[in-house]
Nanobody, 122 residues
Framework: HVRLVESGGGLVQAGGSLRLSCAAS????????MGWYRQAPGKQRELVAL???????DYADSVKGRFTISRGNVENTVSLEMNNLRPEDTAVYYC????????????????WGQGTQVTVSS
């Protein structure tokens, strides 16, 4: 079974910065894609950014130029550096991993973290 542990959320003023981190643990051989999604109250969950094992990254238009996603030097970790935060970035941010291969033939190819709250005050 794969477990995702997120950290780094919090309260920040508009224009400020936060860094989110996510670590995947378990009997993992490889993870194809690691990413972050967010869900604001009353809205659907949306993609923020994702990065492949080959370090190819993709971003939502709303965060391009402000957020940077990277896979960490420690295996199976991913970080999201968020700069110039805006009140509309307020949401619960979820770590997501896809294309997961583990030692178990019964494991799921996709997992979600429990979510971490990011609140940006104006």
């Amino acid at each position: 079974h794969v477990r995702l542990v997120e950290s780094g959320g919090g309260l920040v003023q508009a224009g400020g910065s936060l860094r989110l981190s996510c670590a995947a643990s378990g009997s993992i051989f490889s993870i194809k894609t690691m990413g972050w999604y967010r869900q604001a109250p009353g809205k659907q969950r949306e993609l923020v950014a994702l990065v492949t094992r080959g370090e190819s990254a993709d971003y939502a238009d709303s965060v391009k130029g402000r957020f940077t996603i990277s896979r960490g030097n420690v295996e199976n970790t991913v970080s999201l550096e968020m700069n110039n935060l805006r009140p509309e970035d307020t949401a619960v941010y979820y770590c997501n991993v896809r294309g997961v291969i583990t030692t178990s033939p019964y494991s799921s190819p996709e997992y979600w973290g429990q979510g971490t709250q990011v609140t940006v005050s104006s």
